[in-house]
């Protein structure tokens, strides 16, 4: 199985802002082996990483469907309903429908005044196309560059999917400052007999829907799973616990690589830290307290490095949402 | 309250936003037709055939799961033994507008450089959502079973499941699933609309000389655009494109008769369209 599963991992290929349109919600998982631990941990260390990435890829998903709006979902709906009533030339069913859509996105204009953003759709992919080895990364990277001073941005696009390993949340948003106007301008034109204009106008506002995205880095949720394994095998088996130990520097090395918030001075402290920890490990000194701490610090840098990656915030909007 | 427009620039306008959508449309299916004329069936039933086995392994029904199991690698011999040279076989297509670049060249300059700056320092999820604002194309993507690998990952899990290793025959099945490789198309969209108002500008060459000058000029914006988007940047034909256009536009202000060297300009373009719209596999690490 593991032949299959390199060459597989080689060559995954997900694809996720096309399917955006479809609203619907994918989760395929590709678990991957920590390479510098001995065989006989493989497989528990698999197991347990894979029940780490599917139980973060839940987390994710939960988090994201507790942010969705169901007014918002049922605008658009009824947005839908509309342009399937155009199509059978009952115009009088399309305007009731655009009545219905432009009330429920006046009264969240009324309820959110500040909000521009609502999310309605959300989708969760497990995306890990990076390669371990970090002299491929590092060629990778060297391309990456490359291509963008050349401005060959396709190529740079492709090359950059190649970087990927996260957990990645998309949340389609409705953008409450222009699509109201778009209901309107289609109920107007419908009353003017310009049907295509209308029906136009509306297929526009659909597939103008704003996606925002947050990006759980994989290596980081892998140095988790190491850590917290070694802490269960530092007593009874010490030279395991040094492996994940090491495996865990090695992560967090491939996180940053990668460019996951690259620049950020906690790296460096994470590694001191978790050298320290594999001398004490050695010297059989007592590290509970020390790993405590360690994992208390990590999951902070880990929830500081997933925060959404746009400026436009739909997950720190719909918290502030929640506060209005 | 409705007061309607009959301004005639308007009018020409809104004709010309309509012809526009009508020919991308057009372009559209074309795309989804050559897509799904490439979609082999018989992939398609290996596929299918996959997923019937996993459903059986869920239910407890080993002898069922090796039946189905059975049923795609033969499906997959059939294909191996008819195209031994292919390393992909398309099972599905999906074709899409993305239009998401701004018009404004100071403003794709200015995301450009922002690329370049956030690229240089290693800052590659940033470069990432700024590379993907300057995407203007109908992409196809092309979803393909991979046969060099895919018949051996049915061989393993009919493998694992006579010896009883019913979740380890599904994750190979379902990793198998799931490592489906993407190929892609892009055509992108300026350079259609270049296209467009080259064959606008042929249509009224004879009876509308400003409109055809305004066409031309949109054509060269156009052109321009999709050069700023790094739609191959570095092909010399660009150069040659903007030069016949200006050539021709020259011809116009001096009255001079311009139906040929439009159509053969036309030719060029169209020519050029599908060169630049080659197909890029995605490649692999």
Known sequence: MNQYHRFFRRLQVLFVGILF????????????????????????????????IEKERQQ???????????????????????????????????????????????????????????????????????????????????????VAIAEDFPA??????????????????????????????AARLLNEGKIDEAKGVLQLALSTLVVTEQARPLPLVKAHTDLVTAVTLAEKDRDAAQRLLEDARAQLKLAQELGYARGDREYAAFDKAIKNLERQVKARENTAGAFAKLQEQFSSFFNRVSEVVKPGDSSNRAEARRRD | ???????????????????????????????????????????VSALKETRNAINAIDQGNTQEALQALERATGKLEILVARYPELGFVPVSAQVNIIDLAPDDSNEIEQIRNQIKSTVNEDDFRTARQLLNSLVSEIRTTIFNLPLATYPDAMKEAARLLNEGKTDEAK?????????????????????????????????????????????????RNHLRLTQQLGYAKGDPEYAELEQAIQDIERQVRANERTADPLSRLLEKFSSFFKRISGTAPAQPA
């Open chain 1, 21 to 52: 349109s479809s609203l619907l919600f994918i989760a395929p998982v590709h678990a991957v082996g920590s390479a510098a631990v001995s065989p006989e941990r493989l497989n528990q260390l698999d197991t347990s990483l894979q029940q780490e």
């Open chain 1, 156 to 185: 740079a696009r492709e090359l950059l999917n190649n970087l990927i390993s996260e957990i990645r949340t998309a949340i389609v948003n409705l953008p409450l400052e222009r699509y109201p106007d778009a209901t309107k301008q």
């Open chain 2, 171 to 219: 994750t190979v099945l379902q990793l198998a699933l799931s490592t489906l490789v993407v190929t892609e198309v892009a055509r992108p969209l300026p350079l259609l609309r270049a296209d467009i108002d080259i064959m606008s500008a042929v249509a009224i060459a004879d009876s509308d000389r400003e409109g055809t000058l305004r066409l031309l000029e949109d054509a």
């Open chain 1, 60 to 146: 994710a998903t939960a988090e994201a469907e507790s942010k969705l709006d169901r007014e918002a979902i049922a605008a658009i709906e009824e947005t839908k309903k509309a342009i399937a009533a155009i199509e059978r030339g009952k115009t009088q069913e399309a305007i009731a429908a655009l009545e219905r859509a432009t009330g429920k996105i006046d009264i969240l204009v009324a309820q959110y005044p500040k909000l521009a953003l609502i999310p309605v759709a959300a989708q969760v992919a497990i995306i890990d196309f990076a390669p371990q080895d970090f002299n491929l990364v590092e060629r990778i990277r060297n391309q990456v560059k490359g």
């Open chain 2, 1 to 43: 309250m409705n007061a309607q427009t009959s301004n005639p620039q308007d009018n020409r306008d809104q004709q010309e936003d309509a012809r526009n959508q009508q020919e991308i449309d057009n372009e559209r299916q074309k795309a989804t037709d050559e897509a799904q004329r490439c979609v082999d069936q018989e992939a």
